[in-house]
């Protein structure tokens, strides 16, 4: 390619051209959008590394300025994917489909706008991209679907009580899972199921395993103990870290050091031997969910508007994200090779961010009910807080949902692998932790943990406490 073909297509001219093609139709919301993206060559051979897909909702809101009512417009990402087999070279003239589907899902209000927007990345030029605007039906209905702010309504309460265990944590080398519920931490054999022993630890909060295999625990007053893993006898305790629960605790990698926050937002690196503190992160803010790099050289905390990464050596705050596709982030997990941080967006799904520099990458929307409902239950619904745990090797992973099914995803596209439903046996899953990268362990809501293994499908163990 000389100089100014170069030049060309540096500025897109002579180079492939992006195209939208809707299946005909108005789509309910809850219903899928469908199509094909066709990708045109040019006059220059050129390289696509990948095609996205995005849902976009539009809307406006009428506000007062200076006494006159303007209309501002707003936008966000419901939803993206990148669509498989989308790195191809690109020859002159060609001509290149690929089909896609997207749940028209989220929150929306009749008069708001949806569309589809694609881009393909080409090195070396202006990406091209194309948009194509949907018809929404909104009478329909989808089949058995339902928007989000609805609730899934059952005819009986589906367990007598909220018991736990609320979470499931397994040792360095996978062999022992413990059980947290209520003050009670119980220890089970992972290659049978076989109950170990117990032991009980006033105001327990939340719980973890130090790198050596010792227990940490956090309580309601803000107090982290290192504790013997048989007995449950106290090594080592921290000074109250804020006037708030102790929320997460996450060892930074094999090192001699443990992260931990608080519900009011406190953040800090600790030291193992003694429980001090070394570094701390965050004051008096907001902490929704901890994450921990494989490394342990930096900490991830999601806000009810961002995520936010530190640098554990000196407290240095590398990076924070707040255009995220939806609000209220919860939980986080970490890739196993450091590449991408998830955030479960409480009610809405699922966000990729790159953790070296919190850009957003892939995103999968909850379709679905938002809650669970049933008569004489305490409160307007049951929401089950999603839990993002990626496979041992990174290919793969698994979240449960608002209403406490449970998703396999890709661990790399957000594309849906396996979705399993509570009629195939998983109930009111709570917390969940991969064995291997073809086996889960889970804890559910109704006294039960259960290992399944997904290929082929079987249950392992299957037991009630």
Not at 60 to 83: A, M
Not at 250 to 261: D, E, F, Q
Request: hydrophobic content about 40%.
């Amino acid at each position: 390619m000389g100089l100014f073909d170069k030049l060309k297509a540096g500025v897109g001219i002579g180079g492939a051209k992006l195209e939208i093609a809707l299946e005909p139709g108005a789509i309910p919301l809850g219903g899928l959008a469908r199509g094909r993206v066709i990708l045109r060559g040019g006059k220059l051979e050129q390289q696509c590394n990948g095609i996205e897909v995005v849902l976009v909702r539009r809307w406006s809101v009428t506000e007062l300025v200076e006494g006159r009512e303007e209309q501002t417009g707003h936008k966000e990402i419901v939803s993206s994917s990148q669509l498989p087999d989308s790195v191809f070279a690109i020859a002159p003239g060609s001509e290149h489909e690929r089909i896609f589907e997207i749940p028209l899902s989220g929150q929306a209000e009749t008069g708001d706008r949806f569309e589809i927007g694609a881009s393909a990345d080409i090195p070396g030029a202006i990406d091209p991209r194309a948009s194509a605007e949907l018809e929404i039906d909104w009478d329909g209905a989808a089949g058995a679907a339902v928007s989000d702010s609805e609730y899934e309504e059952l005819d009986e309460a589906p367990y007598e009580d909220d018991s736990g265990p609320d979470q499931v944590v397994l040792d360095s080398d996978r062999s022992t899972c413990m059980l947290v519920r209520s003050d009670l931490l119980e220890f089970f054999d992972t290659a049978s199921g076989d109950y170990l022993h117990d032991w009980e630890v006033e105001d327990l909060i939340s719980a973890g395993f130090a790198p050596e295999g010792q227990v940490l625990t956090g309580d309601r007053d803000g107090v982290i103990t290192l504790r013997d893993r048989q007995s449950g006898e106290a090594l080592a305790q921290s000074e109250p870290l804020s006037d708030d629960f102790v929320r997460s605790i996450r060892p930074l990698g094999r090192s001699s050091r443990v992260a931990a926050s608080t519900d009011d937002g406190f953040v800090a690196v600790f030291g193992l031997a003694d429980m001090q503190r070394v570094t701390t992160l965050q004051e008096g803010d907001e902490a929704r969910g901890l994450a921990v790099s494989p490394d342990g050289q930096r900490v991830f905390v999601s806000k009810m508007y961002s995520v936010l990464c530190y640098d554990t050596k000196d407290g240095d705050l590398l990076w924070e994200q707040s255009d995220l596709p939806a609000a209220n982030g919860a939980q986080l997990d970490v890739s196993p090779d450091g590449r991408w941080v998830v955030a479960a967006l409480s009610g809405w799904g699922l966000c990729w961010l790159g953790a070296g520099d919190g850009r957003v990458g892939p995103t999968h929307a909850f379709s679905g009910p938002g809650g669970v409902h049933w008569p004489d239950m305490l409160g307007d619904c049951t929401v089950w807080e999603a839990r993002p745990r990626f496979s041992p090797d990174g290919k793969r992973l698994a979240v449960n949902t608002p209403v406490g099914n449970l998703l396999v995803l890709d661990g790399g596209s957000a594309e849906v692998v396996w979705e399993f439903e509570r009629g195939d046996g998983l109930a009111w899953i709570n917390d969940i932790a991969w064995l291997d990268d073809n086996r889960l362990l889970l804890g559910h809501t109704d006294r039960r943990f259960t290992i399944w293994t997904l290929e082929p499908l079987s249950w392992e163990v299957d037991t009630d406490l």
